[in-house]
């Protein structure tokens, strides 16, 4: 429908994305964040040097294209090693080294069904990270906020 010149659709920018806001629900992340004073408000502190790290590594793994992709092709159903090499035209070695990564940062969990293994997200949350960031990348950027 068209409104003062202007396209709009029935849908809201979480619905086009298929990102309802009740698929993910977060546990209260603000229980375990201290703010820092004013002067330094965007600065968070998860509590320990410790989970900084975890929280750092866990964005480096997610943050590479093609284990990107690998995480992209597990949250729908269990896949296998062959199957997501064949999506995403890699070697089945390279896969495989992305995997051991995503294993071990707990991003992903493996199944074994007799000879073969399949992967799939860990949990929810993982879903929920990747349809929150998804979220994000789709919103307008508004000029006069990003200045």
């Known amino acids: 429908m068209i409104v003062d010149g202007a396209m709009v659709t ?8 298929d990102v309802t806001p009740d698929k993910c629900q977060h546990m209260n992340i603000y229980s375990k964040v201290v703010m ?4 330094s408000r965007n600065v968070v502190s ?3 040097n410790d989970a ?9 793994v997610m ?6 992709r690998i995480i ?5 159903e269990p896949i296998s090693v062959g199957e997501i090499a064949e999506q995403l035209s890699q070697s089945p070695s390279l896969v495989s080294h992305h995997l051991r ?3 071990a940062t707990r991003v992903l969990r493996a199944e074994r069904r007799g ?9 929810e949350h993982i879903r929920c990270v990747i349809d929150d960031v998804v979220a994000h990348v789709g919103e307008p950027l508004d000029i006069e906020e990003a200045g």
């Open 63 to 68: 943050g590479d294209p093609t284990r990107l």
């Open 72 to 76: 992209l092709a597990c949250l729908d």
């Open 115 to 123: 000879k073969q293994i399949f992967y799939s997200a860990l949990d």
């Open 36 to 39: 820092m004073p004013a002067k």
């Open 10 to 17: 029935s849908k809201s920018p979480q619905e086009e994305l």
């Open 46 to 48: 998860l509590g320990s």
């Open 52 to 60: 900084v790290v975890q929280l750092a590594d866990l964005f480096r």
């Open 101 to 103: 990564l995503l294993k």
